[in-house]
């Protein structure tokens, strides 16, 4: 059974620092990109970042570039989300997601294109 655990998420205040964690079980995602999405209160998932299977392609939203840096792990099937410099409008639940296709690289994704999804990890970001 596929399975990605997200962790890393808690209360910061504005200009913190969090590190999340994904970290797969059940199969090598080592030929696919993963990536993260957030989704906050009333609103929808959106992407945040994704990584290229090598580790060697990022890329980000908008919103977050300059600030958040997507890294990967493959000896121990792990995604981080190294997010520096917090704000409020970062409160969210962040999903790590990975993509079915390998070898296969998008500058953003979206949500209905990625194929296994934790259950995510809430950050929240006080002023």
């Known amino acids: 059974q596929v399975q990605l655990v997200e962790s890393g998420g808690g209360l910061v205040q504005a200009g913190g620092s969090l590190r999340l964690s994904c970290a797969a079980s059940g199969r090598t995602f080592s030929n696919n990109a993963m990536a993260w999405f957030r989704q906050a209160p009333g609103q929808e998932r959106e992407f945040v970042a994704a990584i290229s299977a090598s580790g060697r392609t990022t890329s980000y939203a908008g919103s977050v570039k300059g600030r958040f840096t997507i890294s990967r792990d493959n000896a121990w099937n792990t995604v981080y989300l190294q997010m520096n410099s917090l704000k409020p409008e970062d409160t969210a639940v962040y999903y790590c997601?990975?993509?079915?296709?390998?070898?296969?690289?998008?500058?953003?994704?979206?949500?209905?294109?990625?194929?296994?999804w934790g259950k995510g990890t809430l950050v929240t970001v006080s002023s």
């Open positions: 997601a990975a993509d079915r296709r390998t070898d296969y690289f998008s500058t953003n994704y979206s949500p209905v294109a990625m194929d296994y």
